[in-house]
């Protein structure tokens, strides 16, 4: 809080939006090769329920293990991804891959859990969106009920109407929708009104420092309340200690993501994560 004179509002609101130096094109070409090499991977954190202690779900997370750069995270590449319209092929990359690893669960007995990706505005709203889920639905012996769509507020402010038909079209398919860090975007309130989601996800940024603000504290509970009156779930994301998650707790908060359960891990050590919880 007291660094705010250094920092400009655009990168408080979106990291993304600071002057990029890369070479687009070179990144451009780097993506389409690492595409094309396979050398992307989806990573798996936990969604804890902090009552019951039951896993409920996870979220598929990318990385990008470059032979030279080693893991690079996605805040590194998305935002070029979606400006060149790379973000498709990578996204459909994205979509297939969570399709396997849920099939892969249920034939291992993980048949319970839900699998949240996170889908960017210009691939929700490109029209090849819903073919190609279709096509994993007809391929994959998977539910669309175990799955959830994860978008940022932001969708919508390239066409609202666009947004909003295709939310109805993802729920005719059986997939669950969820706003990704709630509250950051312009428009956390019309999406609660006029769109119909199933789940909102609390940003880290109001966790931060949600031991010594009382404004953060407030923030997250009053979206809580809001989400259980208008029978939204809530994700609370970024907890990493148990302070965080017992003033959470107090609030009426369940569903956990950070990395006081688990940071995200590669698919052999969910396996072995999930091993050491039931044991
Ligand atoms: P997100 O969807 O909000 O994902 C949550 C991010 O918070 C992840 O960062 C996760 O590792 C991090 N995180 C979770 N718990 C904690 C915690 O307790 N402490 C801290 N410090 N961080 C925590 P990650 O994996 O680096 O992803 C960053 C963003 O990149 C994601 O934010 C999402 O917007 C985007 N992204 C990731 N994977 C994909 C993808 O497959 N497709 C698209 N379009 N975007 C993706
Ligand atoms: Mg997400
Ligand atoms: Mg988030
Ligand atoms: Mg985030």
Redesign the pocket.
């Known amino acids: 809080g007291k660094k705010m004179g250094s920092q400009s509002i655009s990168s408080i609101f979106n990291p993304f939006m600071k002057e990029q130096t890369k070479d687009i094109l070179h990144t451009e070409f780097n993506l389409r090769k690492g595409l094309d090499m396979n050398e992307f991977s ?2 798996y ?1 936990p969604q804890v329920n902090c009552v019951s202690g039951e896993v409920e779900g996870f ?5 990008w293990r470059h032979p030279e750069k080693g893991i690079i ?3 590194e590449f ?1 935002q070029h ?2 400006s060149t319209g790379l ?1 498709l092929p ?2 459909e990359w ?1 979509i297939e891959q969570a399709f396997q690893q849920l099939e892969s669960w249920s034939i291992q007995g993980i048949t319970t859990c839900t699998l ?5 505005p210009r ?1 929700f709203l490109h029209e090849k969106l819903l073919p190609f889920l279709k096509k994993c639905l007809r391929t994959y012996q998977v539910a669309p009920q175990q799955f959830i769509i ?1 978008i ?1 507020e932001n969708v919508a402010m390239g066409d609202y109407l666009a947004a909003q038909k295709r939310i109805t079209d993802l729920h005719e398919l059986g997939f669950k929708v969820s706003i ?2 709630f509250g950051t975007g312009f428009s956390a309130f019309i999406y609660l009104q006029h769109f119909a989601i199933d789940e909102v ?1 609390i ?2 940024q109001f ?1 931060l420092d949600i031991e010594s603000n009382r404004k953060s504290l407030g923030i997250v509970k009053t979206i809580v309340d809001l989400a259980s009156l208008l029978n939204i779930k809530v994700v609370v ?4 200690t148990e302070a965080q998650l017992q003033l959470l707790q107090a609030i009426g908060c369940k569903t956990i ?4 359960y688990a ?2 891990l590669p698919t052999g050590e969910i396996e072995q994560w999930l091993h050491a919880r039931s044991v």
Do not use: C, F, M, W
């Open positions: 989806l990573y954190q979220e598929a997370l990318i990385r995270p996605p805040i998305i991804a979606e973000i990578i996204g994205v949240s990706i996170n889908i960017s691939h994860e940022t990704d860090d996800k940003d880290r966790i994301e970024g907890v990493e993501q950070g990395y006081y940071r995200p």
